[in-house]
């Protein structure tokens, strides 16, 4: 769902960023604009890496405490009879 999300919003700024490249070549934006959804670009980038590696991290917790959990020797205590 989360990198759908990214896909999406990648996407739409790549869309305005060709946009504003060709308004800017016929003078009608700034570079201020151009260069802003170019940051806009790299900090979505930046965050879904980070998110992705957050999931990951999440993931191999998760999967460590599952394993602890179920593979725990009987306890000494209980006595068979």
Same mark, same amino acid.
């Given at each position: 769902?989360? $990198?759908? @999300?990214?896909?999406? *919003?990648? +996407?739409? %700024?790549? #869309?305005?960023?060709?946009? @504003?490249?060709? %308004?800017? !070549?016929?003078?009608? /934006?700034? /570079?201020? +604009? %151009?260069?802003?959804? *170019?940051?806009?670009? +790299?900090?979505?980038?930046?965050?879904?890496?980070? *998110?992705?590696?957050? /999931?990951?991290?999440? *993931?191999? $917790?998760?999967?460590?405490? !599952? =394993?602890? #959990? =179920?593979?725990? &020797? &009987?306890? &000494?205590?209980?006595?068979?009879?």
């Amino acid at each position: 769902m989360f $990198n759908s @999300l990214v896909r999406i *919003e990648l +996407e739409s %700024l790549r #869309f305005r960023q060709a946009r @504003l490249k060709d %308004l800017f !070549q016929r003078g009608a /934006a700034t /570079a201020a +604009e %151009l260069r802003q959804v *170019e940051k806009d670009i +790299e900090k979505i980038k930046t965050d879904a890496a980070k *998110e992705t590696s957050a /999931a990951i991290v999440r *993931e191999a $917790n998760h999967t460590a405490v !599952q =394993y602890h #959990f =179920y593979s725990d &020797p &009987p306890s &000494p205590w209980i006595v068979k009879k």
